[in-house]
């Protein structure tokens, strides 16, 4: 009988390491001037506050210059691994041909990186166990894309891929939220901007893709709730609890306000401006 391992395969770094990347989100991705961003900037052209060493020259005054948006942008690694893999430490400026690729290739990237981080997180969950060996497959399948050539980056199907992925988060999120007792409140791209939820019992409730921009949480209870893809820009989450809340991440907190007292998980870090 052939041997399967379950090892799991040697994941890229899903923390951002700009010492490392190019300055790909200062360059390829496009700013809309609005309440993040101070000015309009076109894809594919670097920012004005860019220096010649890849760093940026007002970052720790971007929220108090008018570039927010940066502060809450998180690119869970993709940065380096364009930079310094795919592209094998060649940067745009010194090898001027690469850029068009370059830039192609970093947004595909992050959404592989992306979907690392919700299925690494999902076969930490004990009550996922039967849904563990597809998970694990899918992982390794990602994982393999992130190492792929420019050109076959380019051409990937990552819709595909983020459907074949998002039913088996899905099939987590209902076995972890189903140990939860009582009934669970289903939010599921629900319309919550501005909603008075202070102090509210959501545990375990389906918040995938809500809507909670300026949402008072304050004091609100979001243990095991589903959080993918909700909008937390401005939500008041101080002394709110999100210790073991589904697939959280960093960019979703950095969107939000809370305070050193906001209870989040172990692998994520409280935000500069929370105070």
Known sequence: MEHVSTRLP?????????ANCFALCCVALPFAKSNDFAVNKPAGTPCKNLRDD??????????DTGFQGCTVFDCFGAGQQV???TFDGRDWRT?????????????????????LFYVAEALTLPPAAPLHPQLREALAET????????????????????QKINTLLLKTSELVRAKVPGRKKNHRGADLMGARLSGA????????GAYLIA???SRADLRTADLI???????NLRDADLRHALFLTQPQLNAAQGTPTTRIPPHLTHPTHWT
């Open 215 to 217: 949402a008072d949480l």
């Open 10 to 18: 040697v994941l890229p770094v899903l923390q951002a390491d700009c």
């Open 54 to 63: 890849f760093r940026c020259s007002i970052h720790t005054r971007l929220r």
């Open 95 to 115: 090898h001027p041909e690469t850029r068009a690729q370059m830039f192609d290739v970093f947004p595909v990237m992050r959404q592989l990186h992306e979907l």
């Open 201 to 208: 019992d959501l545990r375990g409730a389906n918040l995938r």
């Open 229 to 235: 893809g909700a909008d937390f820009r401005d939500a």
């Open 83 to 85: 930079s310094q893999v």
């Open 143 to 162: 994982e393999e894309c992130t190492r792929a050539d420019a050109a076959t980056l380019a051409d990937l199907d990552v819709g595909a891929l983020r």
